[in-house]
């Protein structure tokens, strides 16, 4: 006991100096000189606090308030056992509640700005956190483990020639760097995710015009034209001048082969493999069709022999090959109101039929399910064409090159908007068509657009779809310009393909027209909610009643519900599945509703922009077809708001 007595005195004895201090405990007593630091530096709000567990100090300041809207806060963490300093900055509300961004649509613009900014940046990076949607601006990790002895020093707070490595240099650089990063971006972040509105930015313009502010230019032409349109042209045709000035609009990606067509004849190896259902996977069945896929041996009908490789190559001869086949449109001009679609003559040539280069490829093949059954029960009406003749009709129009009145080329029977398909060049021993109620056409990776979302719900950006919208755009543009009506557009009915190309299909219930007179009619399967208002026949029994009143505005309809409920997230009619009885008296009465609140809107991006889009899609729904935007103005609002999100974000 006397013993422990004489150490515990002997303890108390010691003298400071004869205790181990740590760099920790050291820094701790110059804490006076560190809040006379961030004074000198006019940060007067700041915040200092330590931790002995982890040993680690930080320091929080508030960089600058910008008005009574929000500010930016810096945290600056000095690691005593890493040895290293780390610095964040973050966007606050006044009471110094960090900003949180939660809308997950806004989360992936920002990510997306943030990717392309942060390539400029050597010193740090801006992020936001998926947890918490807060946005930061993380400084690079200072790593001091050679130089923490001049660093951290009895006198952190000198900064003359002597001491030029101190922790006050260091300090000072990383707050300045910060507080100009954060300043430079700052006005045009909190418009990106909503928190401030572009009226403001021209008084910001002129009360920062001594400061180093990032306020892009002219960000809000896009807008204004988008709005522009919307209000007051969206209805009227187009003119030749403003088809010139948005030329860049319509225009296509460049066509790796110009033979290439919507329909491409082919020839299979064995076509004996096609009908046996060996191999073939049931991808889908509808009310009226059966559809599969399989792996097939064919080739292209071509005129050239040569030894090429894959599709691309050996499609290269088949434009001749293609009118020749049509034994019963051949030598024949179809007008299209003041377009022409002229079929083209070919005179096969025997020797080179004789060479075949036959790829193996996924196909899928379609056929009618009534004809199949019909078949099958030898009642098959032989003077109603099927479905799938009056479908492969409607596309073997579209394949024709089309001309205007001055014989100048529009189209040449190519659209990159709408899926390829086959019809089979192949003869029985009675010289009739082996396949001629079959329809083929490339298999698509992604599938129908609702496997799309469903499969890409977590990543896909406001960018992806305004562009696969941008595309089905241009599908019914180009039908339009060949009078046909699809009349069945709906999310099943889009296929993606790599990089998100999307493709217009299924053309069963497809009409052409030429002015109100119905050339081809295929069938009546209307879909609610897409189907347009004047499609549905005001007499059950009937299906023929409406057709004068079908026109191209119609699928403008369609497209007008596929638009909202793509964008939004929902449908702007509100109805019930198991009773689609009372929205089609509804349709039929014009007596639908049109339901949209703009703060839900307003969450799945820029809200200015989101509004346009919105009001577009709602004019696309309009009771009235002739009071519907033109098609061409609607792919022109949708390519200016991907140019206005490629130069905001």
């Known amino acids: 006991m006397q013993k422990e007595d004489d150490m515990e005195l002997e303890f108390k004895l010691m003298e400071l100096n004869d205790v181990e201090e740590t760099e920790f405990d050291k820094f701790m007593l110059n804490r006076p000189l560190i809040e006379k630091h961030f004074e000198e530096l006019n940060f007067k709000h700041f915040d200092i606090t330590q931790n002995e567990e982890t040993k680690q100090w930080q320091l929080t300041i508030t960089l600058e ?36 961004v939660k809308e997950k649509y806004l989360q992936r613009l920002l990510a997306r700005y943030f990717c392309r900014i942060n390539n400029s940046l050597r010193f740090g990076c ?44 260091l300090l000072k650089v990383l707050h300045f760097t910060s507080h100009y990063a954060i300043g430079y971006h ?30 892009p230019p002219q960000f809000d032409i896009y807008l204004q034209r988008i709005n522009e349109i919307i209000q007051n042209k969206c209805t009227t045709p187009i003119t030749e001048d403003e088809t010139r000035q948005f030329q860049q609009h319509f225009n296509y990606p460049k066509q790796t082969n110009s033979s290439f067509k919507i329909m491409n004849f082919i020839k299979f190896s064995n076509p004996d493999q096609v009908d046996n259902g060996d191999g073939y996977e049931l991808i889908g069945e509808g009310g009226f069709s059966i559809v599969k896929k399989g792996q097939l041996a064919f080739t292209l009908a071509s005129n050239s022999g040569a030894g090429k490789s894959e599709l691309e190559d050996i499609s290269a001869q088949t434009k001749g090959n293609q009118a020749s086949n049509i034994k019963e449109n051949n030598q024949t001009k179809v007008e299209v109101e003041e377009h022409s679609v002229r ?14 280069a036959f790829i193996k490829r996924t196909i899928v093949i379609k056929k009618d399910k009534d004809r199949e059954k019909d078949k099958q029960n030898e009642k098959a009406d032989k003077k109603q064409p099927s479905r799938i003749i009056l479908e492969k009709k409607i596309l073997d ?14 189209f040449n029977g190519y659209c990159p908007y709408i899926a390829q398909f086959y019809k089979a060049d192949t003869i029985d021993k009675n010289n009739m068509p082996l396949f001629n109620e079959h329809l083929f056409m490339e298999f698509y990776q992604h599938t129908s657009l609702d496997n799309f979302r469903s499969k890409f719900q977590t990543t896909q950006s406001l960018n992806t779809r305004l562009y696969i919208l941008f595309q089905i755009a241009h599908a019914l543009r180009y039908l339009s ?92 009619i509100d109805f019930k599945k198991s009773n689609l009885a009372n929205l089609q008296e509804r349709y039929k009465n014009k007596t639908y509703q049109i339901r949209s609140n703009i703060d839900f809107i307003k969450t799945f991006g820029p809200k200015h922009l989101m509004k346009c889009l919105r009001n577009l899609a709602i004019k696309c729904l309009h009771h009235e077809p002739q009071n519907r935007p033109n098609i061409e103005w609607i792919i022109i609002c949708l390519k200016e708001g991907l140019m206005y999100l490629e130069k905001m974000y």
């Open 65 to 100: 308030q910008f008005s009574n809207k929000f500010l930016a806060l810096c945290t600056t963490t000095i690691n005593f056992l890493r040895k290293r300093i780390d610095c964040k900055s973050f966007i606050a509300k006044p009471d110094g509640q960090l900003i949180q």
């Open 126 to 169: 801006f992020c936001i956190e998926n947890e918490t949607g807060q946005i930061q601006l993380k400084l690079n990790s200072v790593m001091i483990s050679e130089h923490w002895t001049e660093l951290i020093c009895l006198h952190p707070m000198q900064s003359d020639g002597q001491n030029q490595g101190s922790l006050s240099s």
């Open 186 to 215: 700052i006005y045009r972040l909190m418009h990106l995710i909503n928190k401030l509105s572009y009226k403001v930015f021209p008084f910001l313009e002129q009360k920062l015009q001594d400061q180093y502010r990032k306020i």
């Open 343 to 356: 079929q083209i003559q070919y005179v096969p040539n025997k020797e080179q039929e004789d060479v075949q």
């Open 397 to 410: 129009i579209l394949s024709q090159p089309l001309y205007d009145n001055q014989r100048r080329l529009i």
């Open 481 to 572: 310009y060949y009078g046909v009506i699809h009349n069945d557009l709906k999310p099943g009915n889009i296929l993606i393909a790599k990089h998100y190309n999307a493709k217009l299909t299924d053309f069963g219930e497809a009409m052409y027209k030429k002015g109100d007179q119905v050339i081809i009619q295929g069938g009546d399967g209307r879909t609610l909610p897409f189907a347009a208002p004047e499609s549905l026949s005001e007499e059950s029994n009937n299906s023929q009643v409406n057709q004068p009143k079908i026109d191209h505005k119609s699928d403008i309809f369609s497209f007008g519900i596929l638009m909202y409920e793509f964008l939004f997230e929902q449908y702007p």
